[in-house]
């Protein structure tokens, strides 16, 4: 980078005897972790401290000023672990002078010992906000499975709530066509609802419950539930964190279903990249609507006409 260069430029030209150069730490025997623990500095033991507490910010967050703590240890390291010995030292005397250095990445980085703390206090940073932003999204999930709607919008088969159906899985499909999250689960919603459309009898689609709470954030997992709701995909077996199994409302026609099927297929540009998630199990269930007799229509003297084709 552009801090590197200037930094080798300006260790090239410092001449060590013209100055003053900065007490720098004997390097010593490599230590295990824990004596490297145990053996640092109180003032050590806050630098790290601090250093992974922007980590965490960081990670958590994606704050910028964190970002660049991390940023700059990695230059650092970069540098001291490439130069020699005399453009190190000049480079401690450019870097106490021009730098606050409140995290100890200068002592860090030219520490092999102190530097694996460091690393160290990193990982442990990301796998903590990983395991937290984890966790957060199972309970999501599972709080979004079993949270019965407040409202009864009538039997599935009326016209507004096919016409809901079809809004919904159009609206997520905008919004997360492009999420490599969201590609697998839209191609299984594509495989489950033509193999559903193909049968006579109700089928079972089994999903991976990491598809949901191993990529994205607890938005995005409430939302994929909100469409399962809206299609209607019924809640048959939850076995978190491991599995999450839905059946479509044996309700539905297959013009119905089509109009799913063809919502879905007008992303799959966006979605071709991935294949479908999840696997369908056949039941011994019969559907109980699929040639659509049960489905809405504007019936005038014995003549009828199926709502759908308004919005199909």
């Not at 395991?131 to 979004?144: F, P």
């Not at 059946?247 to 979605?271: F, G, M």
Request: hydrophobic share 40%; net charge negative.
């Amino acid at each position: 980078t552009h801090r590197l260069e200037s930094l080798l430029l300006v260790t090239t030209t410092v001449d060590p005897n013209a100055c003053h150069v900065a007490a720098v730490r004997p390097m010593e025997e490599p230590m295990t972790s824990v004596e490297a623990v145990t053996s640092s500095s109180s003032s050590e033991a806050r630098e790290v401290s601090a250093f992974r507490s922007a980590a965490k910010r960081f990670y958590a967050t994606g704050d910028e000023e964190a970002g660049a703590v991390l940023l700059r240890f990695d230059e650092l390291s970069a540098f001291f672990s490439s130069s020699s010995q005399q453009q190190q030292d000049n480079a401690v005397v450019v870097i106490d002078a021009q730098e606050e250095d409140p995290y100890g990445l200068s002592a860090a980085t030219r520490d092999p010992v102190l530097r694996a703390a460091y690393l160290r206090a990193k990982d442990d940073a990301r796998k903590e906000v990983h395991a937290l932003s984890l966790s957060e999204r199972r309970s999501t999930l599972k709080a979004a499975l079993f949270d019965e709607p407040s409202h009864d919008n009538g039997p599935s088969t009326a016209f507004s709530n096919v016409k809901r159906a079809v809004g919904a899985l159009r609206r997520f499909a905008h919004a997360y066509g492009g999420d490599v999250a969201a590609q697998p689960l839209l191609r299984g919603a594509i495989a489950f609802l033509v193999e559903q459309q193909r049968s006579t009898r109700v089928l079972r689609w089994v999903l991976d419950a990491a598809v949901l709470t191993e990529t994205g954030g607890p938005t995005y997992v409430r939302d994929v539930v909100d469409l399962f709701r809206e299609l209607p995909l019924l809640r048959v077996d939850v076995n978190l964190p491991e599995s999450l199994s839905l059946e479509l409302d044996p309700n539905w026609s297959d013009a119905n279903l089509h109009r799913l099927i063809r919502t879905c297929k007008a992303h799959r540009p966006v979605i071709d990249a991935a294949g479908p998630t999840g696997h369908i199990l056949h039941t011994d269930r019969p559907r109980l609507n699929s040639d659509g007799n049960h489905d809405d229509a504007l019936c005038l003297d014995g003549f009828c006409l199926d709502l759908g084709i308004f919005f199909s």
